[in-house]
């Protein structure tokens, strides 16, 4: 009997993890294409609330930049 408690919680905590994982997994990427004057402080200042800085850095993290340099152009995916 404990045995099958045990089993069914670890399935429930197995499935639960599983869902939870894929939940963000179908919302659609944005995009952002670099128009020339633009900044990554501009950009994160118009795409999030609050302080920019935590939205340069978000940027920066997912598109593999390593400074804060921009070209008109580019193509930026916004987390």
Known sequence: MFARIVIVVLVSVLLWAVLVRDGDAGSPLRHHVVQPGDTLWSI???????????????????????????????????P
Do not use: F, H, M
């Not at 609330?49 to 340099?69: F, S």
């Open 44 to 78: 994160a200042a118009e795409s999030y609330g609050g302080d920019p800085r935590e939205g340069v850095w978000k940027i920066q993290q997912r598109n593999g930049l390593e400074g804060a340099t921009i070209v008109p152009g580019q193509r930026l995916v916004l």
